[in-house]
């Protein structure tokens, strides 16, 4: 499946992430890339990116890197902790995620956004619990 089938997909499953204008853009072994402009749907109160936001697109481009790896059927976020490092004013803005290493059901990836300018504006780390049934089947 090609990113922009991925994406379509990612509208009608997560209607949040096409609010955003979230589309993934990169997608290969261990690898996801994102872009999002900015929109008033990211902004918070000053005009800047909203903590939330960065949060969110973050686990979306994190987990689909762990997801590019996962041979189960299913996966959830265990962790996510992300750095602000700088404010979010100049986009668009790319956000991407790579496996630091995957073991057989726990996957650790690390993400970044950057702004157009190519500053860092988040830094993260997160961990995946890959599931060998549905979230939801018993």
């Given at each position: 499946?090609?990113?922009?089938?991925?994406?379509?997909?990612?509208?009608?499953?997560?209607?949040?992430?096409?609010?955003?204008?979230?589309?993934?853009?990169?997608?290969?072994?261990?690898?996801?890339?994102?872009?999002?402009?900015?929109?008033?749907?990211?902004?918070?109160?000053?005009?800047?990116l909203?903590?939330g936001?960065?949060?969110?697109?973050?686990?979306?481009?994190?987990?689909?890197?762990?997801?590019?790896?996962?041979?189960?059927?299913?996966?959830?976020?265990?962790?996510?902790?992300?750095?602000?490092?700088?404010?979010?004013?100049?986009?668009?803005?790319?956000?991407?995620?790579?496996?630091?290493?995957?073991?057989?059901?726990?996957?650790?990836?690390?993400?970044?956004?950057?702004?157009?300018?190519?500053?860092?504006i988040?830094?993260?780390?997160?961990?995946?619990?890959?599931?060998s049934?549905?979230?939801?089947?018993?």
């Amino acid at each position: 499946m090609g990113v922009e089938e991925v994406n379509k997909f990612i509208y009608s499953a997560e209607p949040i992430m096409a609010f955003l204008g979230y589309r993934l853009v990169e997608l290969s072994e261990g690898r996801a890339c994102a872009e999002f402009n900015m929109s008033p749907n990211v902004q918070r109160v000053g005009g800047v990116l909203h903590g939330g936001v960065i949060m969110a697109v973050l686990d979306e481009t994190m987990g689909f890197a762990a997801l590019t790896l996962n041979e189960g059927v299913d996966q959830v976020t265990v962790e996510l902790k992300v750095n602000f490092l700088e404010p979010g004013v100049e986009g668009p803005f790319r956000v991407c995620g790579t496996v630091v290493r995957r073991g057989s059901r726990i996957v650790v990836v690390e993400g970044e956004v950057v702004d157009s300018r190519g500053r860092l504006i988040a830094k993260a780390l997160g961990t995946w619990y890959y599931m060998s049934k549905r979230v939801g089947d018993r």
